[in-house]
């Protein structure tokens, strides 16, 4: 077994998920990833815990989704996800594209009716990673082997390293009153005042190296591009450009895309308003892949997001952006730089901490 | 997808486990299974019930099995159980020996640790099936395509036409008192007063094709050579002889592996004893594949089990071999003949319902 997979599997139990005796895990995988799971398995049986691996087939789940007729929410799954403790979700499908030919109101009444058991999971002991595929690799363009160099080099860090430099970062977001996002075809800025930053260090999401949270979503103005695409629904949108006024999108250009963003603007009122401000951290990725668990961690990058904020990160004194979607737009900041209260944060490439 | 398997699927939610609406299905399978799962997957979204797979991959159970140093029921697991309706076990492991390094002592310990979830099996609907693989098709020296032919042609059968046929040989082994079986090398008897036998006709195995009862195991009086090799513990014996006196085996031998059957003999009381007569009527089934499943119900052949008698087919009157162990020895009857009461139930190759 290649030494990596050994090693991602314990900082998902040590790092991650904490996997303590007795616990209950339930491994969420499809059949590329039982490499992976081998190694979780012996993990988790060095710790004396329990694991079971639900498998999910994404082209067993697009004829299911097909011939039902209506969604109730599968009570023994419910019950399964009631007496878990620990959630390890192993992204490694053999075909993003399986549910494609899925009706999207379909989709749609299928996830109202797991909504429940989501939302069982929230309180616990949960991590999302990705097990390198060869259709993953397609999707990124690179050969198998490039591939799993990359997100290796993205996975295996030291984590809580990561933690205590971002750490420095959501001080200064916590303490901060506005962002400015200045570089080539970009002069924007936005309240962060009472916002609650985020330290996106490994927990939840592995690979990470993140910190995140809600601008006050009336607060943003002026014009912001990103360079790199913007990935909703399977279809791309490149090199858009994006001009707010009181936080709302006001004029708004793509070279590619652009009716497909005209549509996500007009979705509902929160779509056309900033939900997320992200700044991606890990210095392990260095590459866009189309893969958002990594596209939006890649270091010396921003992000934004349409629509929803996500829970937690909004604050007492702020309205939530409650929109029904939410879509990342990101930035590489080489040529630009990120400042709070008038301080350079992100510049000439570098974290105040890189300086 | 090759359409009996799509066929197999059909049978195993109609015939076997009559899925119904709002049915929790639980589907446990490997890897290899793929295919079949996406198959009841449609025919369970049809059917307007759920799925969930829990996938079992031998290689990691091996490793966590070795890691672990005590055993305890996973209550997530039993929650599972607990909550689902119907369950499908499909036999699909890639290595069928995955577990041979894994001590005896420790797989005990873990099933032991199981047993309370596999009781929650007992009085659902649950069904044992094989999806064929090139490894099992080893084990059975066949191509993966005669392999894929030996399989359906088992499974895809008039599942009602065999249960009313059996019926018949239930209601002669239900009338009867003794059973006798003749030919060379064997003149054994034995007595079925009181006893209840069962048709075995796809419902809990698939494939089926069998009539079993427990004998009045004190009765058993003559001797029986069987033909097929006798598998246990993924250890062969073969070309067996065995001589009973008041239902204890008082003479036995083998052409191979008889200090293997020393052992299996001296383990416990019943071990030395009869605990059931199986009758494999599958004319689907022309070949011996070291698989039990489909073995011991080859069309024209009877077994005899060393050990355990099968729950529910010993009848009041009667006492239970309650050995440990439970082995199957079959026999070919192609120059014999199976008798109830001096009536000829299987002879010249035929059952009475063939001739």
Chains 1, 2 share one sequence.
């Not at 997979?5 to 139990?13: G, R, S």
């Not at 969420?28 to 012996?42: D, G, I, T």
């Not at 691996?53 to 109730?72: D, G, H, I, R």
């Not at 309240?191 to 609650?196: A, P």
Request: proline share 3%.
């Amino acid at each position: 077994m290649d030494k990596r997979i050994k090693e991602h599997a314990e900082i998902l139990c040590d790092w991650s998920a904490e996997v303590e005796e007795d616990d209950k895990v339930l491994i969420s995988a499809n059949n590329q990833a039982q490499e992976l799971v081998k190694a979780l398995y012996e993990e988790i049986g060095k710790r004396n815990a329990m694991p079971i691996t639900v498998s999910s087939n994404p082209e067993a789940q697009s004829l299911f989704l097909e011939k039902t007729e209506e969604f109730k929410t599968p009570s023994h799954l419910k019950a399964l996800y009631e007496e878990s403790d620990v959630f390890i979700n192993i992204k490694s499908s053999d075909n993003l594209r399986a549910l494609n030919n899925v009706a999207s109101q379909k989709l749609a009444k299928h996830s109202k009716s797991m909504k429940p058991i989501q939302e069982l999971v929230e309180d616990k002991r949960w991590v999302l990673t990705q097990h390198p595929t060869k259709n993953q690799a397609q999707m990124a363009q690179m050969s198998y082997e490039e591939y799993k160099d990359f997100v290796y080099d993205s996975i295996i860090l030291d984590w809580e390293e990561i933690y205590e430099k971002q750490e420095k970062l959501v001080k200064k977001l916590e303490e901060g009153k506005e962002v400015k996002i200045k570089g080539p075809n970009t002069d924007l800025a936005m309240s962060i005042k009472g916002t609650v930053p985020k330290n996106s260090c490994g927990k939840k999401n592995m690979p990470s190296g993140e910190v995140f949270t809600a601008p006050v979503f009336t607060s943003v103005e002026g014009k912001i591009s990103f360079d790199l695409p913007i990935i909703y629904q399977g279809k791309e949108i490149e090199n858009t450009e994006l001009k707010f006024e009181k936080g709302e999108v006001v004029e708004f250009d793509a070279e590619k895309g652009k009716d497909h963003l005209d549509q996500i603007l007009e979705i509902d009122e929160g779509s056309n308003r900033v939900g997320e401000l992200g700044i991606g951290t890990n210095r392990g990725i260095d590459k866009f892949t189309k893969n958002i668990l990594f596209d939006e961690k890649i270091g010396n990058t921003i992000h934004l997001a349409l629509g929803r904020a996500i829970e937690g990160t909004i604050g007492d004194e702020n309205k939530r952006n409650d929109s029904a979607i939410h879509v990342d737009m990101i930035r590489n900041m080489d040529n630009s730089k990120l400042l709070i209260d008038g301080e350079e944060i992100l510049s000439e490439g570098k974290f105040f901490w890189e300086k």
